[in-house]
Nanobody, 120 residues
């Protein structure tokens, strides 16, 4: 069984920074693309940033220039550096990964989420 566990959320003032982490555990053959999503109160979950196994990245327009996604393949860990945070960034942030397990099944795995609250 593959699990993703996020950490690093919390309360921060507008203009501040946070770094989210997402660690994958279990018997993993390979992790393909990984991504961060977020869901604000009363809104649908939306993609924030994604990164391929080779390191190519993409971002939602709303976070370009402020957020940076990265990964450590040796540690099976995904990161999201969030700078210049705004009240509109308040949401539960979820990690997502496309994982090939040890028995070569491809799984779409979600973490449990970590809450980011930005005070204005």
């Amino acid at each position: 069984q593959v699990q993703l566990v996020e950490s690093g959320g919390g309360l921060v003032q507008a203009g501040g920074s946070l770094r989210l982490s997402c660690s994958a555990s279990g018997i993993i053959f390979k992790i393909n693309a990984m991504a961060w999503y977020r869901q604000a109160p009363g809104k649908q979950r939306e993609p924030v940033a994604a990164i391929t196994s080779g390191g190519s990245t993409s971002y939602a327009d709303s976070v370009k220039g402020r957020f940076t996604i990265s990964r450590d393949n040796a540690r099976n860990t995904l990161y999201l550096q969030m700078n210049s945070l705004e009240a509109g960034d308040t949401a539960v942030y979820y990690c997502n990964a496309n994982v090939v397990s040890a028995n070569f099944r491809t799984l779409q795995v979600w973490g449990q989420g970590t809450l980011v609250t930005v005070s204005s």
